[in-house]
């Protein structure tokens, strides 16, 4: 199409807008993909909501496996500590006793 003050210049054809969806449909299959849309939406929640149940369960388990896990190692630390504490008052009673015996010969005391 030529521009009539501009006979140079071509005007561009007006694009064609695509009609919307709910002019071109019938209300009741716009009906319809709104119920299923809503269905849908229903389905996604529940299926959300099974898996933050699951994720709770899982994070729960994982919780007393780790509270097990360290009570375990509490526990052999503990004996370890009870273990050298025995060790130690054994040793403090031999050099105990040796540096006695060593007092006593060295001061001529038997």
Known sequence: ??????????????LEEKPKKIMVQPLPQILDEIENSINL???????????AEEARK???KAAREAGRVAAEAISKVEQAVK???QLAELLNAI??????SIEKKLSGKR
């Open 41 to 51: 939406a229903d389905e996604a929640a529940k299926n959300a909501r099974e898996a």
């Open 1 to 14: 199409m030529v521009n009539q003050n501009n006979p140079n210049k071509k005007t561009e054809k007006p």
């Open 58 to 60: 899982a994070g729960e």
């Open 95 to 100: 050099l105990l006793e040796a540096a006695t």
């Open 83 to 85: 273990n050298a504490m």
